[in-house]
């Protein structure tokens, strides 16, 4: 009996979801292709920078300047779900009642304890 050899399955793209990208964004990047492309002849300058030992030198800069850290947190920032106006207000709503029932409870306690210390204490 042959062997048959199985043929590639074909690669189907999934459709990425979009994402409602926010003004500011949109203005960065904008600004970045600008950028690109005004100094894309300069490109020359950084062709010794991309040599083993100034990558090197670029590593540990980047530690020292924590700069790997700040590229990282933003790349986590961009990752992030926000929540949406009505979400936010609700959210807000439950913080504001929370913080004021807990305030009420400490302050009835407070005026509890007060009384109490001062009949025992200044009998």
């Not at 100094?39 to 100034?54: A, D, G, H, N």
């Amino acid at each position: 009996m042959a062997r048959t050899r199985k043929l590639p399955a074909k690669k189907v793209k999934v459709a990425k979801e979009k994402r409602s990208r926010s003004v500011i964004s949109k203005v960065f990047g904008a600004i970045g292709r600008f950028l690109g492309k005004i100094l894309r002849p300069f490109r020359f300058v950084l062709r010794p920078f991309k040599t083993r030992p100034m990558r090197f030198i670029g590593r540990i800069l980047g530690k020292i300047f924590l700069i790997n850290y700040f590229r990282d947190s933003w790349k986590e920032v961009k990752q992030v779900t926000w929540p949406g106006r009505k979400e936010t207000t609700q959210l807000t709503l439950a913080v504001f009642v929370f913080a004021i029932s807990f305030g009420l409870l400490i302050a009835v306690v407070d005026f509890g304890l007060d009384k109490l210390f001062k009949e025992v204490l200044l009998r």
